[in-house]
Nanobody
Framework: VQLVESGGGLVQAGGSLRLSCAAS????????MGWYRQAPGKQRNVVAG????????NYADSVKGRFTISRDTAKNTMYLQMNSLKAEDTAVYFC??????????WGQGTQVTVSS
């Protein structure tokens, strides 16, 4: 499975961005997907997750009510809509696909910078 993120950039506080994660390869074995982020000098943390059928989602407390994770099966793409962005949302965002055997596939990351 290969993942390519896009949609990052520089935005003012209070603004919005939508990240995309396009998947290719053997995605039939994927059971869940998610978005993670890593700020400079900090560990990578989960932001949001979604099951492959889209029936369940979960969010980190810090983004609840502001971020929405979704996926388009036909396009093999996952999204993260980010609204009301804050300076503390600044990080490199990574998408991750989880395989049925526990394999984790990662994208290369996309930078999100929120100016205050």
């Amino acid at each position: 499975v290969q993942l390519v993120e896009s949609g990052g950039g520089l935005v003012q506080a209070g603004g919005s961005l939508r990240l995309s994660c396009a998947a290719s390869g053997s995605t039939f074995s994927i059971v869940a997907m998610g978005w993670y982020r890593q700020a400079p000098g900090k560990q990578r943390n989960v932001v949001a997750g979604i099951t492959s059928d889209g029936s369940k989602t979960n969010y980190a407390d810090s983004v609840k009510g502001r971020f929405t994770i979704s996926r388009d099966t036909a396009k093999n793409t996952m999204y993260l809509q980010m609204n009301s962005l804050k300076a503390e949302d600044t990080a490199v965002y990574f998408c991750m696909y989880l395989g049925v055997g526990g394999q984790r596939y990662w994208g290369q990351g996309t930078q999100v910078t929120v100016s205050s």
